[in-house]
């Protein structure tokens, strides 16, 4: 179930143009397509950077006609060489959001800052429990008996930036690492264009009153 309220989207044209940071399989940037094309999220998916050459998320990108570029981070001898190689990437493509959809990397600083504010995460646990990569075994291991998902903006500290939306998923007697990544998932793809809509909501309007 969601922890959040219900909302709905009152953007006004023109729609924000959306980066994602995909470094799997991609099947949360495949829901976002889903959502984009019946207009549950407002706004185009102006292209896609992996950092992985052979990762699924390029094929997704490939099938739907958006950009696909690969910017493998093993080229590059520091983290914000990298995340500047992203950075021009991105703004190639007159992006505003950057959406990160299974990206293993963490930013530094300097793209925080390229992107103030507009840099989304979802990670498969209900922050602030079970932040790092392996939050679905850690939370297994911990034997809770709900674990979720949640959408958060990108500060600094890892998996530590305001909270947009969650949504519980209860952990089974008979769950494995597999089977519960796989209800998680579930709520994160219904999830993840809402609180989206959400963040976007929310910005232009202390955006427009500060004006």
Request: aromatic residues 6%; charged residues 20%; negative net charge.
């Amino acid at each position: 179930m969601l922890i959040s309220p219900n909302h709905e989207p009152t953007l006004s044209p023109p729609y924000p143009r959306y980066g994602v940071l995909a470094s799997g399989s991609g099947s949360n940037f495949e829901a976002l397509i889903h959502a984009q094309a019946r207009g549950a999220l407002l706004g185009e998916l102006g292209c896609l950077i992996c950092n992985n050459p052979g990762a699924g998320a390029i094929r997704r990108a490939q099938d739907h006609g958006i950009p696909a570029h690969c910017i493998n981070h093993r080229d590059f001898d520091s983290r914000v060489s990298f995340d500047h190689a992203i950075i021009q990437a991105l703004d190639s493509h007159k992006i505003d959001w950057v959406v990160m959809a299974g990206w293993m990397r963490i930013v530094s600083k300097d793209f925080i800052e390229a992107f103030d504010s507009r840099v989304l995460n979802i990670d498969p646990s209900l922050l602030p429990s079970f932040k790092g990569a392996h939050a679905v075994e850690d939370a297994l291991t911990a034997g809770v008996k709900i674990t979720g998902c949640t959408v958060h903006m990108v500060i600094a500290d890892l998996d530590a930036g305001p909270i947009i939306a969650q949504a519980a998923v209860p952990i089974l007697a008979d769950d494995d690492a597999r089977s519960l990544h796989a209800r998680i998932q579930e709520q994160e793809h219904a999830l993840y264009p809402r609180a989206i809509m959400m963040a976007v909501d929310a910005y232009h309007q202390s955006h427009s009153s500060s004006r």
